[in-house]
T-cell receptor, first 112, second 115 residues
Framework: SQTIHQWPATLVQPVGSPLSLECTVE??????LYWYRQAAGRGLQLLFY??????ISSEVPQNLSASRPQDRQFILSSKKLLLSDSGFYLC???????????FGPGTRLTVL | AQKVTQAQTEISVVEKEDVTLDCVYE???????LFWYKQPPSGELVFLIR??????QNEISGRYSWNFQKSTSSFNFTITASQVVDSAVYFC????????????FGSGTQLTVLP
């Protein structure tokens, strides 16, 4: 069965510091991978998605970037965090034979 | 462009009451899929159900049931005999056929079940 991991679970960072959030998927090959942000407690905003290694599509221009160095690894980064980057970050995957997206446990980021 | 509307921002019910969460979608595609996810206080989105556009049969799973009506573009979710553990934010989502398989989410409905 497939599982998706995210870390860290929580993170408190000062403004201007760098960021690296990691997501890995097990039990599947060549998944589509997604990064979402959930701010203000509810709405889900798609930030990036990837259909393969090195292939990243950005949905919203922002202070963040994403990379996919390996088939089942997806990384969300920032060189300098802003206060507005605070939120709950969710990674998700989708793949052949399983319609829909399946989410990781999320990372709660607080920028102070 | 596709859109999902969950008009109910917050709902409060007392335990054992039935509650229906509304979802209305918009799309010009003829092939699409609809989903419901549950987000408990822990934050993780839990997949509940998927429905195909060509299958309007309603579905029941325990206390959960889903009513899909293409004529009104609605995919409503009913919890029967609600329990405190049902308290969560519930999201409806739409998926169009395509290579990237991107989901369009509604804004969510916060359900609070009071003891």
């Amino acid at each position: 069965s497939q599982t998706i991991h995210q870390w860290p679970a929580t993170l408190v960072q000062p403004v201007g510091s760098p960021l690296s959030l990691e997501c890995t998927v097990e039990g599947t090959s060549n998944p589509n991978l997604y990064w979402y942000r959930q701010a203000a407690g509810r709405g889900l905003q798609l930030l990036f998605y990837s259909v393969g290694i090195g292939q990243i599509s950005s949905e919203v221009p922002q202070n963040l970037s994403a990379s996919r160095p390996q088939d089942r690894q997806f990384i969300l980064s920032s060189k300098k965090l802003l206060l507005s980057d605070s939120g709950f970050y969710l990674c998700a995957w989708s793949g052949p034979g399983r319609l829909g997206q399946f989410f990781g446990p999320g990372t709660r980021l607080t920028v102070l | 462009a596709q859109k999902v509307t969950q008009a109910q921002t917050e709902i409060s019910v007392v335990e054992k009451e039935d509650v229906t969460l509304d979802c209305v979608y918009e799309t010009r595609d003829t092939t699409y899929y609809l989903f419901w996810y549950k987000q408990p206080p822990s934050g993780e989105l839990v997949f509940l159900i998927r429905r195909n556009s060509f299958d309007e049969q309603n579905e029941i799973s325990g206390r959960y049931s889903w009513n899909f009506q293409k004529s009104t573009s609605s995919f409503n979710f009913t919890i029967t005999a609600s329990q405190v553990v049902d308290s969560a934010v519930y999201f409806c989502a739409l998926l169009l056929s395509g290579s990237a398989r991107q989901l369009t989410f509604g804004s969510g409905t916060q359900l609070t079940v009071l003891p």
